[in-house]
């Protein structure tokens, strides 16, 4: 304020105070009575900032004279704006014409199925739309310039908390989670995954079956360690989320034999092996719980037949057919088709 009263003083001996008052108190009124955050759209035009601005701003009309004076209408920037009640009008239209946006907290949580589900995120979530990012993940440049494969892509991506701008683009929406994979993916990370003979991406294939078969984040190294114990044995890993995964239909109860037919690499009661790529993205629990998997001597389970998410383990395939009819009968009793 002391600048201000000075700037005031010498207008006035110079003649000009009735000038240069009307421009300095509109240029230093704060005219934000609370916080607010307020977006301006890609492709906003000036009226359209304007209108965003008058949801935090009391007085625009003075407001909209520092705007033009600051060449607003030419030179505004797009993006999220963390706007408080010290900030002056001369301040907001700097912010908004250097384009200082303040960044934003974005989660990604576990399980997610596929590119086009991540991409529909994003669109909600931040100023790019989810078409946009979809065109940029389905293109074979990003996912060979990262390293990976179409069917592998979906490994680079890991649940997470991130602070982003609003306004990323989706390549550089990529380019920060290739940063983030390679950082997650440390020294400690690579060697437990090659002591059990799997790559980082074959880990985050296994991890992203084990996070379907079960919630429970206790279970996850039991049900590692099966899937590890027949990966050795050289036994299909008959792992029902899989053929889910390969009818595109998440939302199956009970699969039955006609569906464990359908011919796809992602079928693991048809084909042996790990199936080309993740069937969604894992959680970063379930990355751990595969390199951490539990050593022992089981190597088939099923759901618990009291329906508690908690899952029956069996050395032997006459004890798992007990469990598996015994969980049946609950399924039938429940009349889950």
């Not at 179409?150 to 991506?157: D, R, S, V």
């Not at 089981?298 to 759901?303: D, Q, R, V, W």
Request: proline share 5%; charged share 25%; aromatic share 10%.
């Amino acid at each position: 304020m002391k600048k201000v009263i000075a700037l005031i003083l010498v207008g006035a001996l110079c003649g000009g105070a009735t000038i240069f008052l009307p421009r300095i108190l509109q240029d230093y009124k704060k005219s934000i009575p609370a916080k607010k955050t307020v977006y301006i759209p890609l492709q906003a035009t000036y009226s359209q900032m304007l209108d965003s601005i008058a949801t935090a701003v009391e007085d625009m009309k003075s407001f909209k004279k520092v705007a033009l004076r600051n060449e607003l209408e030419k030179n505004f920037k797009p993006g999220r704006y963390f706007l408080t009640p010290d900030k002056s009008n001369k301040d907001l239209a700097r912010m908004l014409r250097m384009g200082w946006e303040s960044p934003m907290m974005l989660t990604m949580s576990g399980n997610i199925r596929g590119l086009e589900k991540l991409s529909g995120i994003l669109g909600k979530r931040l100023a790019a739309d989810s078409v946009s990012f979809m065109e940029h993940f389905a293109k074979a440049a990003t996912w060979e310039e990262n390293g990976f494969k179409k069917e592998t892509f979906m490994a680079m991506f890991l649940p997470n908390t991130y602070e982003v701008y609003w306004t990323i683009t989706p390549q550089k929406f990529v380019e920060r989670m290739k940063k983030e994979y390679d950082k997650f993916w440390n020294q400690n990370r690579l060697e437990k995954a090659k002591a059990i003979g799997l790559t980082p991406v074959e880990v985050s294939i296994l991890a992203s079956i084990v996070c379907e078969e079960t919630n429970y984040t206790p279970e996850m190294p039991r049900v590692a360690g099966v899937y590890m114990n027949r990966l050795k044995k050289g036994m299909k890993l008959d792992a029902d989320p899989t053929v889910k995964f390969a009818l595109n239909d998440p939302s199956i109860k009970r699969i039955l034999f006609r569906h464990l037919k359908v011919d796809s690499p992602y079928n693991t009661y048809l084909y042996a092996g790990l199936p080309p790529g993740p069937i969604t993205i894992p959680s970063i629990k379930g990355i751990d719980a595969v390199l951490d998997y539990e050593q022992h001597n089981y190597l088939y389970f099923c759901a618990n037949a009291n329906m508690d998410g908690t899952h029956k383990f069996a050395r032997t395939l006459a004890e798992h057919n007990r469990n598996a009819r015994e969980y049946q009968r609950a399924l039938n009793r429940l009349k889950i088709r």
